[in-house]
């Protein structure tokens, strides 16, 4: 096997090393037919290396405005995204994206999808297909290299998705609800891959979600955002022992984790419900993008 | 009944008609259309060599392919046509992204296209014989024409329908502007430009072709105009032959490019 280089200077679970991922009091605001929206209010939250830090909050707190801004898709808000040192200004390097949504190229094999940012870095060809092969293993796709997306199930699909974004060997790696559209068994097995190359790799990550479970299965810490205008209410440590599978979400410490953070949420989840049914009253806009 | 209104295969059919129905009817259209034209051919209803015997127009392809000048003719043509397809092709295929890939170029030009798309190109002609001559040059100029708009066109709606994470995707990895056209957009967009190219080849014959029966001394189409004048109909019935075998493979290979990658992902 091919020994991929990692970037130098990660120190898992190092509390006191300096943070990956600082976001300082950012805003957000969106101008919709009924007024100007406050997507993301002064939302501040730094993440160390090698930690899992999950970010979770009902529909509509901005958690998705949230990712697009660190991920530097998204521009015109107050604040600042530094990461490494550097202030974020656009797609950053350092910083690699997963999405919601269906997201692999459905007209490349899964080898020429993870090979893709690594040939749009300009690698030469071999290094680029030893790299990608070295990630479709790691994600659990061995033989089928030669396959096309059409042909892999869901959750297949998320994990290239999900090897083409280590692939870039990226300091931060942010998730935008990677398992939403997948079945809750699908959900738990897929959390179990994601635990096992986080052991493996020390990798850095941000993960959105509105899954309690999966947020509480992964994390070390966990943000809980308010419903509109996203603020954040709670830092949460999940002091779970680690390496992780999902079997955990059997154990008593986790159930009172879930109960800790529905809590919380449930306050937000049913403001949000109840905003959202008087704004469809009024045959007002929906969320902003 | 299960299927009524329908048609269904009468259960005489012998087996090889019930197991490739499909094959067998377009046998039996083709024969039908053959036989009538036969028997139009023998009955002396019209002007004798208007609608020439099957023997006539089989001879007459033989002569045509026997002699070497219509090689020179023939490739006269492709050679237009190709350049022309590539001419339009390209230009096409550049103007359709700029126009799909912003909402202010679409609201400025799109109705320029939608408007010109359907005009006759052949109005164009005078005008390109004067920029460039009697020759290919006309003629390429109008094959380009005709192909442009088809394929701006279906390039630009095609730009509006790329699933919109897959550009997220790529300006995530810092793709620059070319990487997106050639390894997003352009792969996404596969099947528009396949069509339009098929759509542009079709108008793109159309153009080069009738610009040769207008004005020219080579090609096709000249050859068709001047086996008219010469009221040679089996000769002329010969040269659609020609025109038609080559439309189709075209096509076919045209379609055959777009499905190269396959088209697995529904």
Redesign the interface.
């Known amino acids: 096997m091919t020994v991929v280089a990692m970037p130098s200077g990660r120190m898992p679970g190092a509390a006191t090393a300096e943070p990956i991922l600082t976001v300082d009091n950012i805003v957000k605001q969106f101008e919709t037919p009924d007024g100007v929206l406050t997507a993301v209010d002064n939302v501040s939250l730094s993440v160390r290396p090698g930690e899992f830090f999950g970010v979770i909050g009902p529909s509509g707190c901005g958690k998705s405005t949230l990712f697009n801004i660190i991920g530097g898709l998204l521009d015109g808000y107050d604040g600042t995204v530094r990461v490494a040192g550097e202030t974020v200004d656009g797609p950053h390097p350092s910083i690699g994206m997963i999405f919601q949504e269906e997201s692999t190229f459905p007209w490349r094999s899964v080898i020429d999808n993870v090979a893709f940012p690594l040939e749009i870095a300009g690698l030469p060809k071999s290094e680029r297909y030893d790299r990608a092969r070295h990630f479709v293993s790691l994600v659990g796709l061995d033989g089928f290299e030669r396959r096309f997306p059409a042909e892999l199930s869901g959750g297949m699909r998320q994990r290239v998705s999900m090897a083409r974004t280590l692939a870039a060997q990226p300091k931060i790696m942010l998730m935008d609800e990677p398992f939403a559209a997948l079945d809750e068994q699908t959900r738990l097995l897929l959390g179990d891959k994601v635990l096992q190359i986080q052991q493996e790799l020390k990798q850095t990550t941000l993960l959105i979600t509105h899954n309690i479970t999966e947020a509480v299965q992964l994390s070390d810490r966990i943000m809980v955002m308010t419903y509109r205008p996203g603020k954040v209410k709670r830092i949460v440590e999940i002091d779970l022992p680690r390496p992780r599978t999902s079997e955990i979400v059997s154990s008593e410490a986790f159930g009172r984790y879930v109960a800790q953070i529905w809590s919380d949420l449930r306050e937000e989840a049913t403001r949000g419900l109840v905003e959202d049914e008087s704004r469809k009253l009024r045959g007002g806009a929906g969320a902003p993008p | 009944m299960a299927e009524t209104g329908r048609l269904s295969a009468p259960s005489l059919a012998p087996s090889w008609v019930r197991e490739h129905p499909v094959t067998a009817l377009r046998i039996f259209i083709i024969v039908t259309v053959l036989l009538a034209w036969e028997g139009l051919a023998r009955s002396g209803w019209l002007y004798r060599d208007v609608v020439p015997s099957l023997v006539a127009i089989g001879h007459a392809l033989y002569e045509t392919l026997a002699d070497p000048t219509f090689y020179v003719h023939l490739y006269a043509t492709f050679y237009e046509i190709a350049i022309g397809m590539a001419i339009g092709g390209v230009a096409g295929l550049a103007v359709g992204i700029l126009i799909g890939g912003s909402k202010l170029m679409q609201r400025a030009y799109e109705p320029f296209l939608y408007y010109l798309g359907p005009c006759p190109k052949i109005i164009f002609f005078p005008v390109m014989i004067m920029w460039f001559g009697v020759g290919p040059g006309s003629k390429i100029a109008m094959g380009a024409i005709s192909c442009f708009f088809p394929v701006a066109l279906n390039v630009a709606g095609g730009m509006r329908e790329i ?1 919109k ?2 550009i ?8 620059n502007t070319w ?1 997106m056209v050639t ?2 957009y352009m ?2 967009m ?1 099947h528009p430009i396949i069509n339009g190219l098929r759509l542009g080849l079709g108008v793109c014959l159309i153009g080069t072709l009738l610009a040769e029966t207008k004005l020219s001394n080579r090609g096709i189409g000249f050859l068709v105009i001047q086996a008219y004048t010469l009221f040679n109909m089996p000769q002329m019935y010969s040269l659609l032959i020609v025109l038609f075998v080559i439309a189709i493979g075209a096509n076919a290979l045209i379609g055959r490019l777009g499905g190269l ?2 088209i ?3």
């Open positions: 699933d994470v897959l997220r995707v790529g300006r995530s990895f810092r793709a990487q390894k997003i792969p996404a596969r990658d396959s697995r992902r529904s």
